[in-house]
T-cell receptor, first 114, second 113 residues
Framework: AQSVSQHNHHVILSEAASLELGCNYS??????LFWYVQYPGQHLQLLLK??????LVKGIKGFEAEFIKSKFSFNLRKPSVQWSDTAEYFC????????????FGAGTRLFVKA | KAGVTQTPRYLIKTRGQQVTLSCSPI?????VSWYQQTPGQGLQFLFE???????NKGNFPGRFSGRQFSNSRSEMNVSTLELGDSALYLC????????????FGPGTRLTVT
């Protein structure tokens, strides 16, 4: 069955530290990949997306993600986090092999200490 | 452009009752998806409607149903409510299908007592 795994449920970092959040999915074939973010008290919003082309994609607020097909991974990175990055981050996958349902990972809660 | 709106924002119901939640997508968007969000399970896909047709369905019992109207507005209904149905119900709209980026509403917080 289609699944999306996010390795870290809770991450605590100090400001200026580097961030990498892992995301793996369970099936092959063509995939559309997403990272969404939910800031405290706000709606879920798109951070970045990958459909095809350059496997390194850049999103809003300095975030980027790398699609590694051989590893079924789509990890999110940011070189230097800020207090305002405190939020919950969700990886999501949509694929033909999954019947085109968008499946979300369990989420990673990031807390950035000022 | 106005975002996705959901009504009501908060709802308290008793076990055994039924409830209807409403979602108005962004103007011009043809796809509406529904998700159940709980602390333990994250976001679970309920169903997607595209041009008034159910395009996809998640692994939820038949008590959960939905529909989409010709103006793309969508409703979801839960019959015979159970305590475990307490959750935040999110609606998301997409210009085309949910295979592309989705825009989320604020959610309806349902509490079943």
């Amino acid at each position: 069955a289609q699944s999306v795994s996010q390795h870290n449920h809770h991450v605590i970092l100090s400001e200026a530290a580097s961030l990498e959040l892992g995301c793996n999915y369970s099936y092959g074939g063509t995939v559309n990949l997403f990272w969404y973010v939910q800031y405290p008290g706000q709606h879920l919003q798109l951070l970045l997306k990958y459909f095809s082309g350059d496997p390194l994609v850049k999103g809003i607020k300095g975030f980027e993600a790398e699609f590694i097909k051989s590893k079924f991974s789509f990890n999110l990175r940011k070189p230097s986090v800020q207090w305002s990055d405190t939020a919950e981050y969700f990886c999501a996958v949509n694929a033909r092999g999954g019947g085109f349902k968008t499946i979300f990972g369990a989420g990673t809660r990031l807390f950035v200490k000022a | 452009k106005a975002g996705v709106t959901q009504t009501p924002r908060y709802l308290i119901k008793t076990r055994g009752q039924q409830v209807t939640l409403s979602c108005s997508p962004i103007s011009g968007h043809r796809s509406v998806s529904w998700y159940q969000q709980t602390p333990g399970q994250g976001l679970q896909f309920l169903f997607e409607y595209f041009s008034e047709t159910q395009r996809n369905k998640g692994n939820f019992p038949g008590r959960f149903s939905g529909r989409q109207f010709s103006n793309s507005r969508s409703e979801m209904n839960v019959s015979t409510l159970e305590l475990g149905d307490s959750a935040l119900y999110l609606c998301a709209s997409s210009l085309q299908t949910s295979s592309y980026e989705q825009y989320f509403g604020p959610g309806t917080r349902l509490t079943v007592t």
